[in-house]
């Protein structure tokens, strides 16, 4: 599990294919790995990654085709910035939100602008998380934990302060940015709490098809 608060901005130094997958090498930074051992997990733009081997100036990270297939892991190249998180402790101050570093799937970045010496910035989720994000609710974006400003259906709005834009990647966004996204856990789980013995019904709790505006008025939730 994670905070959200960023610890070090690393970069990508290797990508390595592997029998269908891939290996990849990390910088990591300034982040202190004095304490991180094999078997660790650190989140890489918000991906809960595995250490399979320290170098002393990073780590090296097996990737699975589930991770390829819902992250923008396949875009990375030698060089980019990536956010690090290393996971909590019991005595880890809870400054962000429960992260788990599983990506629900990649958002783009619509537009960025400026707003007195914050940075506004507006993006698109996919439709399938759209009902996850709430104003004023958080998500994870890129492994950074944030306060939702603003929704509308798919796309909402974030205000980024320059501390965040300073030390996280988020200074280097650009309209068509793809990124990670992680919604609330709070909010997954309590879609397949209410879905009861529903859940156990195949299709009804595969996250596509779960809640539902006629399944809410059945059980009393809308009118």
Not at 26 to 34: E, K, R, T, V
Not at 49 to 70: C, F, H, I, M, Q
């Amino acid at each position: 599990m994670f905070t959200g608060i960023i610890e070090a901005v690393g970069k990508v130094v290797a990508v390595t294919p592997v029998n269908g997958d891939i290996r990849l090498r990390i910088d990591s930074g300034n982040l202190d790995l004095a304490d991180v051992q094999l078997g660790d997990s650190i989140a890489t733009n918000g991906v809960c990654l595995t250490v399979v081997e320290l170098t002393g100036k990073g780590y090296w990270a097996d990737v699975s085709r589930e991770t390829l297939a819902n992250t923008t892991i396949p875009d990375w190249k030698i060089g980019l910035p990536v956010n690090l998180e290393k996971a909590l402790t019991p005595r880890t101050r809870l400054g962000g939100h429960i992260v788990s570093g599983h990506v629900d799937g990649v958002g783009e970045v619509l537009q960025r602008h400026a707003d007195a010496r914050s940075e506004r910035f507006r993006l698109r989720a996919p439709a399938t998380l759209a009902k996850y994000i709430a104003h004023k609710g958080s998500i994870t974006i890129d492994g950074t934990s944030l306060t939702v400003n603003a929704v509308d259906g798919d796309v909402f709005e974030l205000n980024i302060v320059p501390h965040t834009l300073q030390h996280t990647i988020m200074g280097h966004y650009t309209t068509g940015s793809r990124v990670n996204l992680e919604v609330d856990v709070l909010a997954r789980y309590l879609e397949r709490l209410l879905l009861g013995d529903r859940a156990a019904e195949g299709q009804a709790g595969n996250g596509n098809q779960g809640l539902t505006l006629e399944f809410l008025a059945q059980h009393g939730f809308h009118r």
